[in-house]
């Protein structure tokens, strides 16, 4: 009775796959989404769920002849903190190979239908050093313009915040 106990609950603990969204839409293609200027707000939440910061973005996406792609951001903080990063997305057997400078654990970008699922660890600031945070990003394409993109950040295996953001085409 015990074993089937914790089948359940482990199984429905499980987060979701992208298989669950194959067949909505719209499409999401990243080299069509994340192509030239788009613009981004969100918020970054603590481990209890409070917003602790604000942002707004820039990010400059262009794709070369060899299909890689590239996403220039730019972050502004309501704290007054400025932060940059370039992403470049390889092509790969079972999609795209995303790494960036502060990215110590590059992830792969796979799609389906409507979302993207991306698991990287990111090093980030803390303090008078640096930390790094397992980043588990979720993108949800809601209209051809508009993509919703939920990050869970973890560390040790605990979430210890969250970062929620619209982006949109220019």
């Known amino acids: 009775m015990t ?3 914790l089948t359940g609950f482990l199984s429905g603990c499980a987060g979701p796959s ?10 999401l293609i990243p080299e069509r989404f994340f192509q030239g200027e788009l613009s981004a707000r969100g918020v970054v939440k603590d481990f209890a769920g409070e917003v602790i ?4 973005a820039d990010i400059e996406a262009r794709w070369d002849e060899d299909g890689v792609g590239t996403l220039d951001e730019e972050f502004r903080f309501d704290d007054g903190e ?16 995303a790494d960036a400078g502060d990215v110590v654990e590059p992830g792969t970008l796979r799609w389906q239908g409507n979302a993207i ?22 993108m949800y394409l809601i209209t051809p ?3 919703i993109n939920q990050t869970t950040m973890s560390k040790w295996g605990v979430d210890v915040g ?3 953001l619209v982006i949109t085409k220019k």
């Open 162 to 164: 969250e970062v929620l």
């Open 3 to 5: 074993v089937l106990f």
């Open 53 to 56: 910061r604000t942002f707004d």
């Open 145 to 147: 313009d508009t993509l």
């Open 18 to 27: 992208l298989d669950d969204y194959r067949d909505r839409g719209p499409e």
């Open 117 to 138: 699922h991306m698991n990287y660890v990111l090093q980030v600031s803390y303090g008078d050093g640096t930390l790094d945070v397992r980043m588990d990003d979720w």
């Open 82 to 97: 400025v932060e940059t990063r370039t992403w470049t997305l390889t092509p790969g057997e079972d999609g795209y190979h």
